[in-house]
């Protein structure tokens, strides 16, 4: 069975933020892993624009009941009628979690994916600590490439 590394982010993105998830999903789809999300736009739909562009599979996990609403570059779409309750399904699809930018449904998935043991590396993302003041293990990475790499922890494909 193939990996999956989750791409989360806003819905709406800068400019800057959509390039890096795009180059984030062209990575993940040249490595061999599946890309799942939230599967609607933004980031989202950049990283997928991206695993497509490289022939990668990506997988959308929709807040809503119709496939519809997914973004086009979707190989497979599933619409849940959840709303932000599928932020849970997202953050634990994959073996890890790439954050780019994002907003508070971000940071909830961020949560979620830490409290399932998730692997997270962040992108020009959230930083959060914790009660007593201590960073939270969200690896911080300056460039796609070296999350990528963070994300697949050593997997070489195949």
């Given at each position: 069975?193939?990996?999956?590394v989750?791409v989360i982010?806003?819905a709406?993105?800068?400019p800057?933020?959509?390039?890096l998830?795009e180059?984030?999903?062209?990575l ?9 999300c ?7 739909e950049?990283?997928?624009r ?7 599979t990506?997988i959308?996990?929709l807040p809503g009941s119709?496939?519809r609403?997914g973004n086009p ?5 599933i619409?849940?009628g ?9 953050a634990r699809?994959?073996q ?17 994916a ?8 962040g992108l020009?993302?959230w ?6 003041d201590?960073e939270?293990e969200?690896?911080?990475s300056e460039?796609p490439e070296?999350?990528?790499e963070?994300a697949l922890g ?5």
């Open positions: 069975m193939k990996p999956m989750a982010g806003s709406s993105c800068t800057h933020q959509a390039e998830a180059r984030v999903g062209r993940i789809a040249e490595r061999g892993v599946v890309l799942v939230g599967g609607r736009g933004g980031v989202m950049a990283a997928c991206g695993a497509e562009s490289a022939g990668g990506t959308g996990i119709d496939k609403e570059h979707l190989t497979i779409a619409p849940t959840l709303g932000e309750a599928r932020n849970a399904l997202v699809a994959g890890a979690v790439i954050a780019i930018g994002g907003a508070y449904g971000t940071l909830s998935e961020i949560a979620l830490l409290e399932a043991g998730r692997r997270v590396v020009g993302t930083k959060a600590m914790d009660h007593a201590r939270l969200i690896l911080i460039d070296e999350a990528v963070l050593g997997y070489t494909g195949g």
